[in-house]
């Protein structure tokens, strides 16, 4: 897996990103949750706002856009609304 800031592998080999969209206030505390969780795997949590990525993907706005914030770990849902932390702990330590 890469690192989605800089394009280096993570050191736990997961890549983390979290769906988002602007004016989230769930979304903006998810992802300091997130930061706070995948420092401690040297993973570096990426976002990507879905009403941006709309523009060429409509569908990631259509299945998700109404769930946010979602984590997805390695390109998979993980948790929606809320950070699972004790099982995204479990999963980044594998």
Known sequence: MTNPTDGSAAPS???VILLTRAGCGLCAT??????????????????????VAAETD????????????????????????DVDEARLRADLGR
Do not use: K, M, N
């Not at 998810?30 to 009403?51: K, S």
């Open 58 to 81: 409509p569908g990631l706005r259509a299945e998700y856009g109404d769930r946010l914030p979602v984590v997805l770990l390695d390109g998979r849902e993980h948790s929606y609304f």
């Open 30 to 51: 998810a992802l300091e949750q997130l930061r706070a969780i995948c420092a401690d795997f040297g993973v570096e949590p990426g976002t990507v706002d879905v009403d």
């Open 13 to 15: 080999g997961h890549e």
